[in-house]
């Protein structure tokens, strides 16, 4: 999950390199934790946060696969 949200937000972004990616897990959850440069920020949330609600969509569809939950964290 984790390479895959990296390998989303490195497509988007200006600054590829600046892209980190931290997961956190839980017995049935795992945290997924983005964060990248200050001025790339508006481009992985998007217009009214939809290119945000698309990637967790993805990780959503996902993570079923694997029967586990994911959540997906964009940090600042």
Excluded: C
Excluded at 7 to 14: G, H, R, S, T
Excluded at 25 to 39: H, P, R
Aim: net charge positive; hydrophobic share 40%; charged share 30%.
């Amino acid at each position: 999950m984790k390479e895959l949200i990296r390998y989303i937000a490195q497509a988007l972004v200006d600054n590829p390199d600046q892209v980190s990616v931290n997961e956190i897990e839980g017995e049935q959850t795992s945290v997924i934790e983005l964060k990248v440069a200050k001025e790339d920020l508006g481009k992985v949330i998007g217009k009214q946060g939809r290119t945000a609600r698309a990637m967790r969509t993805i990780l959503s569809a996902a993570s079923t696969k694997i029967r586990k939950r994911s959540v997906l964290e964009i940090i600042e």
